[in-house]
Structure formats: structure tokens, C-alpha cells
């Protein structure tokens, strides 16, 4: 039986390394296929694309010599090709916490989580990045917030668009509260996710072309917390007032990622919106 909580962890661990290493491909990874009793890579292949020791390579896949540093860990991770969601857990079973953020200006969304949006009609939902660009988004969040792609995708900006979009700031029945929350949540989000270096050419942008954005952003007393869920009221020019209540979830496995789904309070309105989808917006699909 183990003797601590981190020899657990670290047995735990060396099966995960193992099983890790045996679905990589030595020759695509420029290794000989010659004389391997198992798939994938052996143990000094990793190390050596980890710059570590082969030794204490083996010795942690046995859970043995201790706890791994943390940079010991993002290399092997690295060495390994894993997933950002693999290497939490990496980190997880080896220190026993997860990795600091490490952000990714990675703007992919999968088929499949474009086909949760569209499932998600006619409550409209869309995907933002930690630096609040808007990436996904289905047919209802066409009809009721921004038609977006119609904006072009350097600007398809959630800040930009409320302070630099006459229509968007005109649908808020709030603009001063919505905006002075966007601006305490998006500091927020790019913390979180590692990106405060990322933001800066759009901080430096909209604080160029907003003077309320720029008082904003310097005003001591922002909030300094994140509602993950709400309720916003919005002037639609077809169903007029809105009110919605949104909820933001985390994408597994995609720490820079965000969805946020929102729900019209009244059921009237709700049937006129899927109405609308139905009647009127082209299959994004087509």
C-alpha cells in the first residue's frame, strides 16, 4: 500500500504518463519504429523531449524520487503533446493544484460545440475567448443581440461593440451599469486566464477611441468580481423590450473559452424569437 497521499498521486500519475506516451507515434515524432516491444514512445524518448533526466523520467512514472516541479511538469506535458484539460490533470495528481493559466490566443471552436449552440435555439448563446472576442454563436443570438457575422471578425469584440457600436449601446436599457460590469468582468477574464498581456493592444485601442471606456478602466472602485449569471434588459427594434437572464460556463478542456446563454423571461417572447428563426434566418449550415 502507499505510504502518503503524494506516493497515490504519484502512481496515479505514472499510469497516466504511460498511457500517454504508448498512443504517440515515434515516427512522426522523428523516432526509429525499429525494435519496439510496445506502442508509442519509450521512456527516455519522452525525457529527452522534455530535456530531463531519463532516470528521473522512469522514476517518476514508477512513482518514485518525490514531487516534480512544476516546470518538470509543463515539460513533460509539452513532450507528451497534451490536451490543456490532460495537463490540468497532470498537475492535479503531481502537486496537487492546477497549473497557473496559460493562455492560448487559440480562436478554434469545434464542430461539435457549434452543434450545442444551434441545439441551444431559440435561447440565444454565443462563445467569447478570454480577451472577449466573440467567436460562435447561433441563429437566435443573430436575431436578438448582434447579427455578427456581419461584423467583421477583428471586430467582433464584446467591449467593442458596446462602446464603439451605436446599435449595441442604444439596445441597453442600462448602458452606464452594462458597460462599467463588462469592463470589472473582462479585467477579470484576462487575469484568470493569463491574458492581461494579451488585452493590451485592445485596452490601448478602446481607450483611445472612448473616453468613457478610458475612465472606466481607471476608476478605482470597478467592481472586482464576475456576476456568472444575471439578468439584462435590452430594446429590441422587432420584439422590443427584452429581459434576459444569462448564465456563463466554462468550455471543458479550453480555459480561454466561455459560453453564455441567455433566456427571454417571458414565454411570449420566447415563441416570437423562435418564430423569427424559423421564418426568417438561413441555415448557418447552408
Known amino acids: 500500500m502507499p505510504n ?24 512522426a515524432l522523428g523516432f526509429s519504429a525499429a525494435r519496439r516491444r510496445t ?19 522512469t522514476w517518476l512514472e514508477q512513482g518514485r524520487g518525490g514531487a516534480p516541479s512544476a516546470d518538470v511538469l509543463d515539460r513533460i506535458a509539452h513532450a507528451l503533446m497534451l ?5 490540468e490533470r ?37 462563445i467569447r475567448t478570454a480577451t ?5 454563436w447561433n441563429r437566435a ?28 449601446r442604444a439596445a441597453q436599457a442600462d448602458w452606464q451599469s452594462v458597460a462599467r460590469t463588462v469592463v470589472a468582468a473582462f479585467r477579470l477574464d484576462a487575469i484568470r486566464a493569463g491574458a492581461d498581456g494579451a488585452i493590451a493592444p485592445l485596452v490601448e485601442d478602446l481607450r483611445r477611441l472612448s473616453p468613457e471606456f478610458a475612465a472606466m478602466w481607471q476608476e478605482a472602485d470597478t467592481p472586482g468580481h464576475e456576476p456568472g ?43 416570437r424569437l423562435a418564430a423569427i428563426i424559423a421564418e426568417k434566418m438561413p441555415d448557418p449550415a447552408a
Not at 506502442?39 to 523520467?57: D, K
Not at 490536451?83 to 495537463?87: G, K, N
Not at 422587432?238 to 480555459?255: I, K, M, N
Open 4 to 27: 502518503s497521499l503524494l506516493e497515490t498521486r504519484e502512481n496515479r500519475l505514472g499510469a497516466l504518463l504511460k498511457d500517454w506516451r504508448a498512443r504517440l507515434d515515434p515516427v
Open 39 to 57: 506502442p508509442g514512445l519509450r521512456r527516455e524518448e519522452v525525457a529527452g523531449r522534455a530535456a530531463i533526466s531519463p532516470t528521473w523520467y
Open 83 to 87: 490536451t490543456d484539460a490532460e495537463r
Open 90 to 126: 497532470v498537475f492535479l495528481l503531481g502537486l496537487g493544484r492546477p497549473p497557473e493559466a496559460l493562455y492560448r490566443a487559440d480562436r478554434t471552436v469545434t464542430p461539435r460545440l457549434q452543434r450545442v449552440l444551434d441545439a441551444l435555439d431559440p435561447s440565444p448563446a454565443l
Open 132 to 136: 472577449w472576442d466573440v467567436v460562435a
Open 141 to 168: 443570438a443573430t436575431v436578438i443581440l448582434t447579427d455578427y457575422a456581419a461584423v467583421p471578425a477583428d471586430q467582433r469584440n464584446i467591449l467593442r461593440l458596446i462602446f464603439l457600436n451605436p446599435r449595441a
Open 229 to 271: 449569471d444575471g439578468t439584462k434588459q435590452i430594446t429590441h427594434p422587432v420584439l422590443g423590450p427584452v429581459t434576459l437572464e444569462h448564465s456563463t460556463f466554462a468550455v471543458d478542456g479550453r480555459q480561454d473559452l466561455a459560453m453564455i446563454v441567455y433566456n427571454p423571461t417571458d414565454a411570449t417572447v420566447r415563441d
